[in-house]
């Protein structure tokens, strides 16, 4: 393999291994964020049950106060409160020679069942803005998600393609290797054929020039000068021709 090619093969091999890392990241990613999403939601479910009980109980409370009041015809606002009906001493005592059912502490119905309800109205306010948030968290997570998931898989699409180029390199390697290999083995059975009938040619260009030859004049010989050499260009015999 030349050094351009082990170059390329170790370039690609450095890519396969940066995308894994990559796609080890975003999975740990997702992880991470599957397991944040998954405390949220308990954490949201606690809190609206802890809501819709509490909730629950003041709904009671409030409804068993009004019903109180109302079968002891307790009146709901100061404006209704008869000035005999307060005490100076206990104003949860009739005083003796009382002739009236006893009417209770009527200025404070209307507050408590007002505080009763202003709790209640804020415990059901917190919880629909505990719902939203919820909801917004659900969606974005599902969009996190999503994202995350395409990612992964365009970078899985990149790391097979980066390894079929490497897995194709390899294989036009070998390729190369198997034709050179076969090559020299040609060359040289070429070589040895060549050097095998270096004699024989030899003999047959001798018996060719005795005959063309007269031996009476050099000039009289008018053959041409056979050299012959194996594929290095070394000469291993000649012949006139």
Same mark, same amino acid.
């Given at each position: 393999m030349?050094s351009s #090619?082990?170059?390329?093969?170790t370039?690609?091999?450095?890519q396969?291994?940066?995308?894994a890392? *990559?796609?080890?990241k975003?999975?740990? *990613?997702?992880? #991470?964020?599957?397991d944040?999403?998954?405390?949220d939601? @308990? *954490?949201?479910i606690?809190?609206r049950?802890d809501s819709?009980k509490?909730?629950?109980l003041?709904n009671?409370? %409030?409804? *068993? ?8 015809k ?5 404006a209704q409160?008869d =000035?005999s009906?307060?005490?100076?001493y206990?104003q949860?005592k009739? =005083? ?6 006893y009417g209770?502490?009527k200025?404070e119905s209307?507050?408590i069942v007002?505080?009763l309800?202003? %709790?209640? &109205? &804020?415990m059901?306010?917190?919880l629909k803005k505990a719902?939203?948030?919820? +909801?917004? /968290?659900?969606?974005e997570?599902? +969009?996190?998600v ?5 990612s992964? #898989?365009? !970078?899985n699409?990149n790391k097979? $393609? ?5 897995? /194709?390199n390899? @294989?036009?390697?070998?390729?190369t290797q198997?034709?050179l ?6 060359? +040289?059975e070429? #070589? ?6 270096a =004699?024989?040619i030899l003999?047959d ?9 007269d031996g $009476? &004049? &050099? ?5 041409a !000068?056979?050299?012959?050499t194996?594929?290095t260009g @070394? ?7």
């Amino acid at each position: 393999m030349c050094s351009s #090619d082990l170059s390329e093969a170790t370039d690609l091999s450095t890519q396969v291994d940066k995308v894994a890392e *990559a796609i080890v990241k975003e999975q740990k *990613a997702k992880t #991470d964020k599957k397991d944040l999403r998954n405390e949220d939601h @308990e *954490a949201y479910i606690a809190f609206r049950k802890d809501s819709q009980k509490g909730i629950s109980l003041l709904n009671k409370a %409030i409804k *068993a106060l009004l019903k109180f009041y109302q079968k002891n015809k307790l009146g709901m606002a100061m404006a209704q409160e008869d =000035p005999s009906d307060k005490y100076t001493y206990d104003q949860d005592k009739a =005083p003796e020679g009382f002739k009236k059912s006893y009417g209770g502490r009527k200025g404070e119905s209307r507050g408590i069942v007002a505080i009763l309800t202003l %709790i209640r &109205d &804020d415990m059901v306010k917190q919880l629909k803005k505990a719902e939203g948030q919820e +909801s917004e /968290q659900v969606a974005e997570y599902r +969009s996190f998600v999503q994202e995350t998931n395409d990612s992964i #898989d365009s !970078m899985n699409d990149n790391k097979r $393609s980066l390894k079929g180029q490497l897995a /194709q390199n390899e @294989e036009d390697r070998d390729n190369t290797q198997e034709a050179l290999e076969d090559n020299r083995k040609l060359l +040289s059975e070429t #070589d040895s054929a060549a050097k095998a009938l270096a =004699p024989r040619i030899l003999e047959d260009a001798h018996e060719l020039e005795s005959h063309a030859y007269d031996g $009476s &004049d &050099d000039t009289a010989y008018n053959g041409a !000068m056979l050299w012959t050499t194996d594929h290095t260009g @070394e000469e291993i015999g000649r012949a006139h021709v």
